[in-house]
């Protein structure tokens, strides 16, 4: 039976793609995607030719979901990526993933890079519990009333931010617990990949370029070495 495969691509560094998401997008008869320009980059870098591509992105979603599921019922096979890191996290990807499940066909996940597992790897965090927030409102109040409330459950969140709001974040993080500790990724993976580690006021502080993609994870408050899980009698 036909199948949909959701395929991770990589986040910045093209080496970072896995031998079986390249297997996938060779064999795949389509090859639905977030944008077909980008995408189409990646398969050249891969040396993958001949591909249909169709365009299913968050303003098409919907219809396009259909369309494919219209190719998996001729009995096609088709993968679908996003521009970068793992489809349906904070990327389009979940609504199609229903449409198809509900039309009785198989999904079948490739996984690969995530842009905020990428970042929990390198953060030290010490814990067996994180919330993925994603992208905050860009309403000032909404983004502020979201904070607050990540903050008051002092368990780690890791959210993703654009060079256009990263330190407003940033600064509305400080005004109201300017305490926590947190790991700021740029770039992650790519040329300029930078890490920053400190309290909000410490990472302004060094964050002397403001372009490219950030993402960064909010530690728990601070608690001494014997929080640290008893071993059982």
Same mark, same amino acid.
């Given at each position: 039976?036909?199948?949909?495969?959701?395929?991770?691509?990589?986040?910045?560094?093209?080496?970072?793609?896995?031998?079986?998401?390249?297997?996938?997008?060779?064999?795949?008869?389509?090859?639905?995607?977030?944008?077909?320009?980008?995408?189409?980059?990646?398969?050249?870098?891969?040396?993958?030719?001949?591909?249909?591509?169709?365009?299913?992105?968050?303003?098409?979603?919907?219809?396009?979901?259909?369309?494919?599921?219209?190719?998996?019922?001729?009995?096609?096979?088709?993968?679908?990526?996003?521009?970068?890191?793992?489809?349906?996290? =904070?990327?389009?990807? #979940?609504? %199609?993933?229903?449409?198809?499940? &509900?039309?009785?066909?198989? $999904?079948? +996940?490739?996984?690969?890079?995530?842009?905020?597992?990428?970042?929990?790897?390198?953060?030290?965090?010490?814990?067996?519990?994180?919330?993925?927030?994603?992208?905050?409102?860009?309403?000032?109040?909404?983004?502020?009333?979201?904070?607050?409330?990540?903050?008051?459950?002092?368990?780690?969140?890791?959210?993703?931010?654009?060079?256009?709001?990263?330190?407003?974040?940033?600064?509305?993080?400080?005004?109201?617990?300017?305490?926590?500790?947190?790991?700021?990724?740029?770039?992650?993976?790519?040329?300029?990949?930078?890490?920053?580690?400190?309290?909000? =006021?410490?990472?302004? #502080?060094? %964050?002397?370029?403001?372009?490219? &993609?950030?993402?960064?994870? $909010?530690? +728990?408050?601070?608690?001494?070495?014997?929080?640290?899980?008893?071993?059982?009698?």
């Amino acid at each position: 039976m036909s199948k949909l495969y959701i395929v991770a691509t990589p986040i910045g560094n093209l080496d970072d793609i896995t031998l079986r998401a390249i297997n996938t997008l060779r064999d795949a008869d389509v090859i639905a995607c977030e944008d077909t320009r980008h995408t189409q980059n990646l398969l050249n870098h891969l040396e993958i030719t001949g591909k249909r591509l169709i365009a299913c992105h968050a303003h098409n979603e919907a219809a396009s979901s259909q369309g494919i599921i219209g190719l998996l019922s001729q009995g096609l096979s088709v993968a679908y990526c996003s521009d970068a890191g793992t489809p349906g996290v =904070s990327d389009p990807g #979940s609504r %199609l993933v229903r449409a198809v499940r &509900e039309a009785g066909f198989d $999904v079948v +996940p490739i996984p690969g890079a995530s842009a905020s597992v990428t970042l929990i790897s390198a953060s030290g965090l010490n814990g067996k519990t994180f919330t993925f927030e994603g992208f905050l409102s860009p309403k000032s109040g909404r983004r502020k009333s979201r904070l607050q409330e990540l903050l008051s459950r002092e368990e780690a969140f890791i959210i993703y931010e654009s060079p256009f709001r990263i330190l407003k974040t940033l600064g509305e993080l400080r005004d109201l617990d300017d305490t926590r500790h947190l790991v700021l990724g740029r770039e992650m993976t790519k040329a300029f990949e930078q890490f920053i580690y400190g309290t909000p =006021s410490e990472v302004i #502080s060094q %964050l002397k370029v403001v372009k490219g &993609e950030f993402a960064l994870v $909010v530690l +728990p408050p601070s608690k001494n070495d014997s929080s640290e899980d008893e071993e059982e009698e």
